[in-house]
């Protein structure tokens, strides 16, 4: 019999370990789920150990044992395989299966799509037997057939390492090496939660640098807003009325591609600057006369139509 606790096999009828001392029990010398049969030789038990690696050994030799003892693999309920199937199957290097299980649902869109071209008025009852066997496939067979296959996939590596010497020591160096789990989890998640608070920076930055992006445009349109403002100031001073047109002032048109063009109301002296921004094609900044005393007018812009978070601080409405 297999001792329990360290896989070391015991004459029939031992009460105790004789590697460890730890107690035997009388029928199965594994797990309670899994009666194992006591491999041909320890070389076979150590090949099983070396492939399986250190994790949840135990759980696996058992199955293995009885798998082995019955001839063929029985199917079992494998939670791990339910929960995390993909990244079970990449934790246990079976590497196909993993890209299987990940190009799987990939290929739902074509059944649909296919299904509604050649049924017709029976698409939803046929979308919905697809739908039903992809979660069979998906949520079921895995963990289902789990155990089963990662059994063949050891014993095909075993059985690899066993053409590739004739060493027992080789062998199982080499199983030890290509069995065993992977780090590629542990990387995968790390990865994605990298991925993750990338998102969630660029959903952050982004907006924040395609505002700051068109503030910084305006700065073109508030320089000229500002000069149009002292000049019809000085004007103001000297004349005691307002000019009739922006030219009148020494106002040049706007040359710049941000500002589109300049208009004076000659009536109340407010000045209308159109942009010509993709972002602001057709808004307006306004250039709003006020009395400052001392018979004095000052203009201060404003916007009824551009967003404060494109305008500087002393054109925002508060």
């Not at 492939?51 to 019955?70: E, R, T």
């Not at 079921?140 to 690899?160: E, Q």
């Not at 808004?283 to 305008?311: E, F």
Request: with cysteine.
């Amino acid at each position: 019999m297999v001792c329990s606790k360290c896989g070391h096999t015991c004459d029939d009828g031992s009460a105790f370990c004789s590697h460890c001392g730890a107690a035997l029990a009388s029928g199965s010398g594994l797990d309670q789920t899994w009666p194992a049969a006591e491999p041909a030789s320890n070389v076979e038990l150590d090949c099983y150990k070396a492939v399986i690696g250190p994790k949840n050994q135990q759980q696996y030799l058992s199955y293995f044992l009885k798998a082995d003892q019955l001839g063929k693999a029985q199917l079992s309920w494998h939670w791990p395989a339910f929960f995390v199937t993909f990244y079970w199957l990449l934790y246990r290097k079976m590497w196909l299966l993993a890209l299987a299980v990940l190009i799987l649902p990939a290929l739902l869109l074509p059944s649909i799509t296919l299904a509604g071209a050649v049924f017709g008025k029976a698409t939803d009852l046929v979308i919905g037997l697809i739908c039903l066997a992809c979660l069979v496939a998906l949520f079921v067979l895995p963990p289902l057939y789990a155990h089963a296959a990662y059994y063949k996939h050891c014993k095909r590596k075993i059985t690899k390492a066993q053409k590739n010497s004739t060493d027992p020591q080789l062998q199982i160096g080499e199983l030890a090496r290509t069995g065993g789990t992977s780090h590629v989890v542990a990387i995968l998640i790390l990865v994605f939660v990298a991925i993750a608070m990338l998102g969630v920076l660029a959903a952050v930055a982004l907006p924040a640098f395609h505002d700051y992006k068109i503030r910084a445009r305006m700065t073109e349109a508030t320089i000229y807003g500002e000069h149009a403002s002292q000049l019809m100031g000085a004007y103001y001073v000297k004349n005691h009325s307002l000019p009739a047109t922006l030219q009148d002032a020494g106002i040049e048109p706007p040359a710049g591609a941000v500002v589109k063009s300049a208009t004076l109301n000659a009536q109340n002296g407010v000045i209308t600057l159109t942009l010509a921004l993709p972002e602001l094609e057709g808004k307006a900044l306004l250039l709003v006369p006020s009395q400052a005393g001392n018979d004095m007018i000052t203009w201060k812009c404003q916007s009824q139509d551009i967003p404060n978070r494109y305008l500087s601080v002393s054109c925002r409405q508060q």
